[in-house]
């Protein structure tokens, strides 16, 4: 089954956005879901993931102390707290969950087996 993002638009340059990424019922081991971004003629990059098997999390540098990344268990969804977002932010963004530790080795998208369509972010100078 796919996840499913919401939550993309258009914003301007120092505001917030959250995504949302509604996780299907997948067996247990994939247990790492991760938000990726795909900024036109770029490669896949991997953004953030958390695990709820054991709560790590990570997320990558460029976006550390902006973006945060949490998960609600009642209603299955795993989001992204973007603020202060700035026009490098823009691109489509999505999630993914995979059997893998979540750290900065594997927050790769060969390492994600299940996605989701994607959401537009676009950030406006």
């Known amino acids: 089954l796919p996840l499913v993002e919401s939550g993309g638009g258009l914003v301007q340059s120092g505001g917030n956005l959250r995504l949302t990424c509604e996780v299907p019922?997948?067996?247990?081991?994939?247990?790492?879901i991760g938000w990726f971004r795909q900024a036109p003629g770029k490669e896949r990059e991997g953004v953030s993931c958390?695990?709820?098997?054991?709560?790590?999390?990570y997320i990558v540098d460029s976006v550390k102390g902006r973006f945060t990344i949490s998960r609600d268990n009642a209603k299955n969804t795993v989001s992204l707290q973007m603020n202060n977002v700035e026009p490098a932010d823009t691109g489509t963004y999505l999630c993914?969950?995979?059997?893998?530790?979540?750290?900065?080795?594997?927050?790769?998208?060969?390492?994600?087996?299940?996605w989701g369509q994607g959401t537009q972010v676009t950030v406006s100078p």
């Open positions: 958390l695990s709820s098997r054991d709560g790590s999390e």
């Open positions: 993914a969950a995979g059997l893998l530790e979540c750290s900065r080795h594997y927050l790769h998208p060969g390492f994600y087996d299940h």
């Open positions: 019922e997948l067996p247990i081991i994939y247990h790492n």
